[in-house]
């Protein structure tokens, strides 16, 4: 095995280890939820999608919001409405972050990915994979007002961390130029 192969490994071992405890903290606080309408709405997760965006990539991202989803629904504790809501705001804050590096464009990212796409997306699912009668827009303001209030803590947590410093040194841990 070469150097550069080393490298590689050793990020994807520290982004894998990174996301397993991103969502086993999102399926651990997931009792943590908001009753809005006819769903059952997680701050926590939006909040870790965010940071799976600044400090994972989407694709991470993506995947840890796939996993949580998987877990929650298979402990029974969540719904087949979580996939698209969290795997949609996951992207758009990753892609966001990954090609803007701007947090607020992040947090639109999720907001808009979550609330209005993944809301969107929930019409099918709920209407042809669990047999619910729904409208359209029905998950749009239940998932934007989780996906506030979760954007909301993310938007604390992350100005903490930037403010004292820390942001920066967390996100060097998982660049590959931090791997000597």
């Known amino acids: 095995m070469n150097h550069h192969t080393a490298k590689h490994r050793l ?14 903290l999102t399926v651990a606080l997931s009792g943590f939820s908001i009753p809005i309408g006819a769903s059952r709405c997680y701050p926590i997760q939006h909040l870790v999608n965010i940071l799976c965006a600044v400090f994972l990539g989407p694709a991470w991202g993506v995947a840890a919001a796939f996993c949580t989803s998987l877990i929650r629904n298979l402990m029974g504790t969540g719904s087949l409405l979580a996939f698209p809501g969290s795997m949609v705001g ?29 809301g969107l997306l929930c019409f099918p ?56």
């Open 90 to 118: 996951a992207l758009l804050a990753g892609l966001m972050y990954k090609y803007s590096h701007k947090l607020t464009l992040t947090y639109i990212g999720e907001l808009f990915g979550t609330g209005v796409l993944g």
């Open 125 to 180: 699912v709920a209407s042809y994979l669990m047999g619910q009668t729904t409208a359209i827009f029905a998950y749009v303001l239940p998932f934007f007002m989780s996906s506030l209030a979760g954007t909301c803590i993310a938007f604390v947590f992350l100005g903490v961390l930037y403010k004292s410093g820390i942001l920066d040194t967390l996100k060097g841990l998982l660049a590959e130029r931090a791997v000597s």
């Open 11 to 24: 990020i994807n071992t520290k982004k894998l280890v990174t996301a397993a405890m991103l969502v086993a």
